[in-house]
């Protein structure tokens, strides 16, 4: 059974624009759409395109990854934030750090579609550990584990 803070999350996957819960612009917006959102964890996709940063003019690099994880994050915590201190919240920045990331491939092609699915496995008041898998045509191709920590106010 949901609980009633698991049905709001929910429900604001809906409510909130991509734009509206990450900075990024142009060809460093990586994530297309939101597929799941709740308490626990975020979900979302991206098609990979020759706009994509690392793309050599042939494929991508997997190292983008770690970058499609950090934005899934940045979407589970930018509605947490939200629904904790209100829509005019600050938008305070992160400083991120890569602990660690396999990858199961050496490239990715554009047309690519890679799900991602982020989660906090720690949080103490602004710091976070982050973990996350991506996935391409259902096969699990990086886990990536992330320490976040966002400016105080």
Known sequence: MNTEREKKAQADA??????ELLPHRGRMKLVDEILELN??????????TRKWPLFD???ISPLVLIELVAQTAGIKNGVDRIRTQGA???KRGWI???????FEVAEIFPGDRVTTRAW??????????IAGETSINSR???WVSLQAIQAEG
Do not use: H
Request: glycine letters at 8%.
């Open 14 to 19: 809906g409510v909130f624009s991509i734009e």
């Open 57 to 59: 003019g042939r494929a």
């Open 39 to 48: 308490a626990a964890i975020a979900v979302t996709v991206a098609t990979a």
């Open 140 to 142: 699990v191709v990086a």
């Open 120 to 129: 906090n496995e720690y949080q103490l008041e602004n710091y976070f550990n």
């Open 96 to 102: 991120v750090g890569i602990k660690q990331a396999r």
């Open 88 to 90: 005019d919240a600050d």
